[in-house]
C-alpha cells in the first residue's frame, strides 16, 4: 500500500521509517511500551505477529477487561458469539459518523488454552462487570486480577445470550493460533448488518479414499 504513495524509493523509505515509528506492535517488542514489557511478547511462533498485536493496541478508552495501556486477547467459545461481538462494535464505529453503508470480511482466527481462568458466570458479584454500557467496573477487576498473576477471564456475553467469551492477559498463554473462515458484513443503511460466509475462505474438505 506504502509503494502507491512513495514518489521514488527514497521518499518509500522514509514512509516504511514513518510506518514503523507508529507501529505500536514494533514499539511493543522493541521495548518501548510501559504497559507490557518485551519480555511478555512472544516470538518465533506461528502468527506470533497477530498474538503481539493484541495486547499493544489497545483502544484509547480501552476495552471490557483491559485499560488503555494494554490489550487484551478476547475470543468466543462459539462463532456466532464472535460474530455477534464484532457486529456491535463495528456497528458503533459507524454510529459515530453517522453512516451504515459499508462491507468488510473478518477472518477468524482459532486459539487453544490449556490454563484455569477466573470464571465470571453465574457469580452476582461482577454482575457490574457485564454492564453493557459500562467498562468501568470490569477494568478495575482486570487490574486487580492482573497484578495479582491472573491469565484472564471467562464470562457470559452481553452482546450475545447464552455466549461465552474469554479474555486472555498472558500472549504466551495463548497457544496454537490458525486461521479459521471469513465472514462478511454489510451495512446497507440500517444498524443491522447482513453477515454470510465468505466462500473465498472456506477450505475444501478431503474426500474419503475409496480402498
Not at 52 to 59: E, G, L, M
Not at 63 to 79: K, M, Q, T, V
Request: proline share 5%; aromatic share 10%.
Amino acid at each position: 500500500m506504502l509503494a502507491h504513495l512513495a514518489e521514488d524509493e527514497a521518499h518509500l523509505a522514509d514512509l516504511f521509517d514513518l510506518d514503523n515509528a507508529t507501529n505500536e506492535r514494533l514499539r511493543g517488542e522493541c521495548g518501548l511500551l510501559q504497559g507490557i514489557g518485551v519480555d511478555e511478547l512472544v516470538f518465533g511462533v506461528p502468527n506470533f505477529r497477530i498474538i503481539n498485536a493484541a495486547y499493544t493496541y489497545a483502544r484509547p478508552e480501552g476495552s471490557r477487561f483491559n485499560g488503555p495501556d494494554r490489550g487484551a486477547w478476547y475470543c468466543s467459545l462459539e462463532i456466532e458469539t464472535a460474530l455477534a461481538e464484532v457486529s456491535f462494535h463495528k456497528t458503533v464505529e459507524y454510529q459515530e459518523i453517522g453512516r451504515f453503508d459499508d462491507s468488510v470480511v473478518y477472518e477468524a482466527l482459532l486459539a487453544d488454552f490449556t490454563h484455569e481462568f477466573h470464571d465470571l458466570r453465574g457469580d452476582s458479584r461482577f454482575a457490574s462487570c457485564l454492564d453493557p454500557r459500562s467498562y468501568v467496573a470490569s477494568q478495575r477487576l482486570a487490574a486487580r486480577l492482573l497484578k495479582a498473576g491472573s491469565v484472564g477471564v471467562i464470562y457470559p456475553s452481553v452482546r450475545h445470550s447464552r455466549g461465552i467469551n474469554l479474555a486472555c492477559f498472558r500472549p504466551a498463554v495463548v497457544g496454537n493460533v490458525r486461521r479459521g473462515d471469513a465472514w462478511r458484513f454489510s451495512w446497507s443503511g440500517t444498524p443491522i448488518p447482513r453477515i454470510e460466509l465468505d466462500q473465498r475462505s472456506v477450505k475444501p474438505r478431503a474426500r474419503p479414499r475409496r480402498g
